[in-house]
């Protein structure tokens, strides 16, 4: 394939990008876009705070701005988030017990339900977890206690039974300590029969991180019967950024339920880091990690 989307549906699996629903006017942000990627997430557009500004009154605007823009060029949605310690609504931030539990489940159900068909994945729960392993003391942890993960994917499942339900998080790039603790978790769902299908990796990295375990760490959570997709790839610039998304390429490819691909934006002129971690520099020229990616995704 010549782009990334085509060159990844070869091997049956996604390239997409992060958007910021903003920059669709900016033709060379859509132009790029639309030609390079087969898949979109909402960088924010459909996270609690953006979807629920006020209790039980969503407001899907850009979201459905987004889905309406990829399905008019045949390309994948992906949905992020459903349930986060951050970005919640101010409404939601003190509440408590059984008050805060049933505008979760409300959350989830209202956005799930409305975006069903039309996001193929769901990131249920983002970032629950400590480097430690340890679960984040966030409201949710402390008002509703350890079952509120497996709470949120069962309504999640409930009210989208079709769409790919992953848990994803950061800091999960080798085999650790956080990354064993989730796949604890997701060996235990996989027992008990709680709803979970997949475990996305958000792989934002540094330039010379060590990866000597990522593909291994992939292919352990496959083993444990889920998909894997590695969900906001960006990598900081430096000598090693083009290798280093290679790897991460490369590992994607080997590993048979490794499903696709995304990178947390298109052009550095937009990302939410400083150190041109994207694909695509400023003026949205392919820098020589666009290269390395489009061969590795032609290699696989
Ligand atoms: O929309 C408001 C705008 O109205 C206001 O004028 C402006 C002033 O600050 O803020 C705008 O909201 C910002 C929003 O991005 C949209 O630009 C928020 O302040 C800002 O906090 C928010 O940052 C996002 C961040 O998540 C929030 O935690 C980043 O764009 C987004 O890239 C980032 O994405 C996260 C993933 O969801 C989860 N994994 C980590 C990743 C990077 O932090």
């Given at each position: 394939g010549t782009t990334l989307g085509a060159s990844a549906a070869e091997s049956g699996r996604y390239f997409g990008a992060a958007v910021?629903?903003?920059?669709?006017?900016e033709s060379a942000y859509a132009n790029t876009l639309g030609a390079e990627f087969n898949s979109v997430v909402a960088e924010n557009a459909m996270k609690w705070d953006a979807t629920e500004p006020n209790p039980g009154q969503f407001n899907f605007s850009g979201g459905d701005q987004l889905v309406n823009w990829a399905q008019a060029r045949g390309m994948k949605v992906r949905g992020?988030?459903?349930?986060?310690?951050?970005?919640?609504?101010g409404w939601a931030q003190n509440l408590t017990g059984q008050n805060l539990r049933n505008a979760m489940l409300n959350h989830i159900a209202g956005v799930a339900n409305h975006y069903e068909g039309d996001?193929?994945?769901?990131?249920?729960?983002?970032?629950?977890?400590?480097?430690?392993g340890s679960r984040r003391q966030s409201n949710l942890q402390r008002q509703l206690g350890n079952g509120w993960i497996e709470e949120a994917f069962r309504a999640a499942d409930a009210a989208d039974p079709t769409a790919t339900l992953c848990y994803n998080d950061y800091g999960?790039?080798?085999?650790?300590a956080k990354s064993t603790a989730i796949y604890n978790m997701v060996r235990d769902f996989k027992s008990r029969g709680v709803p979970i299908d997949c475990v996305g990796f958000q792989?934002?990295?540094?330039?010379?991180?060590?990866?000597?375990?990522y593909q291994a760490n992939l292919q352990r959570f496959a083993d444990l019967g889920v998909d894997v997709e590695i969900t906001e790839l960006d990598v900081g610039q430096g000598s090693g950024q083009a290798a280093t998304y290679g790897t991460v390429t490369n590992a994607c490819m080997a590993?048979?339920?490794?499903k696709g691909i995304t990178v947390w934006?298109?052009?550095?002129?937009?990302?939410?880091?400083?150190?041109?971690?994207?694909?695509?520099?400023?003026?949205y020229q392919k820098k020589q990690a666009y290269h390395t990616v489009l061969a590795a995704l032609n290699n696989g």
């Open positions: 910021s629903t903003q920059y669709l006017s992020h988030t459903l349930v986060w310690h951050a970005q919640q609504p996001v193929f994945a769901w990131d249920v729960v983002n970032e629950a977890f400590e480097w430690d999960t790039d080798s085999i650790n792989t934002h990295i540094a330039h010379n991180e060590n990866l000597s375990s590993v048979a339920r490794c934006g298109i052009t550095d002129k937009y990302s939410w880091r400083d150190d041109n971690p994207l694909l695509f520099d400023g003026n």
